[in-house]
């Protein structure tokens, strides 16, 4: 119903962004809220490679070449690959990723039976903590239809436990987690760090991320070092 046909007046638009705000409530949820109080989106989502991002596309470049030799990717927020750089290449080429995972995704990579899933060994621990991320973003974020079918995908790959099905709230993280993958009778230890764009007014852009794995042992540094 309206809020004329209710009798309720209608929100302004100023007052549904500052409330947006208050909450914290991520860009693309914010359109939603203005496109539902009757108001045209406020945010755009802009492609990294239009000319207006060129400022923030430098960035992301540099931050990627730094990385090097270490494996380095820029996400969306369905963990789809935007770029890699040279150590992610050298990376995935030990492994023999078949070409029908796609479009490139690393959350994807994890589940997928033909991606990178029967490489890690500690496949089982690293698939419950990606599970339970992608429960609340999609419990954060209602409106968003393809991250609700993401994580159906994810659910329907064989051998994926049936209690992974809900979000369990009193699950009790480990501090600290690394994924392990085998490769040539050793192991490779890895942990990541996640870099995000400060105060951004762009929904892309908020929902970037520059996704930097970091080498967990010196045996996986000296590896890594030495494939340059």
């Known amino acids: 119903l309206s809020c004329v046909e209710t009798g309720r007046a209608q929100p302004s638009r100023e007052m549904v962004v500052r409330l947006a705000e208050a909450l914290e409530i991520p860009l693309r949820e914010r359109n939603t809220l203005l496109l539902a109080a ?71 990579f994890v589940f997928h039976p033909k991606g990178l899933r029967p490489f890690i060994e500690n496949w089982e621990s690293v698939a419950a903590r990606i599970i339970q991320r992608v429960h609340r973003e999609v419990a954060a974020n209602p409106s968003d239809e393809t991250m609700k079918c993401f994580l159906e995908e994810l659910l329907s790959y064989p051998v994926v436990p049936s209690h992974w099905r809900v979000l369990d709230i009193d699950d009790s993280p480990p501090p600290f987690l690394t994924i392990n993958y085998r490769w040539n009778d050793s192991t490779l ?17 908020q929902e970037m991320r520059i996704e930097s794995f970091f080498p967990a042992d010196e045996a996986t540094r000296a590896a890594l070092t030495a494939a340059r």
């Not at 942990?191 to 007014?201: E, I, K």
Request: hydrophobic fraction near 35%.
């Open 38 to 108: 009757g108001y045209a989106a406020l945010y755009r989502q802009t492609s990294l490679d239009a000319p207006e991002m060129e400022a923030a596309r430098q960035a992301v470049d540099l931050l990627l070449r730094q990385q090097e030799p270490y494996p380095g990717i820029v996400i969306d927020r369905y963990w789809n690959t935007l770029r890699m750089n040279s150590g992610t290449r050298h990376f995935l080429g030990r492994f023999p990723i078949c070409d029908s995972v796609k479009p490139h995704n690393g959350v994807r």
């Open 189 to 205: 230890r890895f942990f990541s760090t996640l870099t995000t764009f400060g105060s951004p007014q762009d929904v892309a852009l």
